[in-house]
């Protein structure tokens, strides 16, 4: 499969699963999160699964300052139904990073290592701000995203009515994907760490919807 050569320049998000030490999935448990395991998991590469990618890199970051994060000990509560936008996609992609998974979430061994209740949603939309809390220490942090400082081509629209009318030439529909995945490369190596883009707050433990 070829990528992107910016995929692999993305940042990485390092982990530490203490099922995967258990059962010898690898060495120590460690597992470093790529860009491109998320474009694996949801089968494209938008804004929305890279802003994601990077809305949980923060947070990890924020909660594990001297890293890597204990993946399978977080809880995360996304702000909108499931059905809701495009609250389902961010949701996968925080249940790779993080390990929180719903109710369909792998239920344990002997009362431990359980993944499943520890990513929640709320019943109805109630803003942007995805929460993310340690189950160890209860601290815990909002992130949200704003991708209007990272612009796409001002022609993206048009190339995309005509790929979808299907009048578009070859040219036009290889001007749309690039111009796509150059939003996206902006967003992985420019903004990354722009907190205009990923807005990050600290709150306070037992933030509601998290218990």
């Known amino acids: 499969m070829q990528f992107p050569d910016f995929y692999s320049q993305a940042p990485v998000v390092p982990t530490h699963d203490a099922l995967a030490e258990l059962l010898g999935a690898s060495d120590g448990g460690l597992l470093d999160y790529r860009y491109a395991d998320c474009v694996r998991l949801a089968g494209h590469s938008c804004p ?50 993080t390990g929180a998974a719903a109710s369909n979430g792998f239920q344990g061994i002997g009362g431990r290592y359980a993944r499943h209740g520890l990513l929640g949603y709320a019943g109805r939309h109630e803003g942007d701000a995805i929460g993310f809390r340690r189950r160890d220490t209860g601290a815990s942090v909002a992130v949200s995203l704003d991708v209007s400082h990272v612009p796409g081509n001002p022609h993206q629209r048009e190339w995309l009515a005509a790929i979808m009318q299907g009048r578009a030439d070859a040219a036009q529909r290889r001007a749309f994907a690039e111009g796509w995945q150059a939003r996206v490369r902006a967003m992985l190596l420019q903004h990354a760490d722009d907190p205009r883009m990923i807005r990050l707050a600290r709150t306070a433990p037992g933030v509601p919807g998290l218990a």
């Open 48 to 97: 929305t699964v890279a802003g994601a990618f990077l809305m949980a890199r923060s947070a990890l970051q924020a909660l594990y300052p001297d890293g890597p994060a204990e993946r399978g000990d977080i809880e995360v509560r996304m702000p909108a139904p499931e059905h809701h936008g495009t609250t389902g996609v961010v949701a996968q992609v925080l249940t790779l990073l």
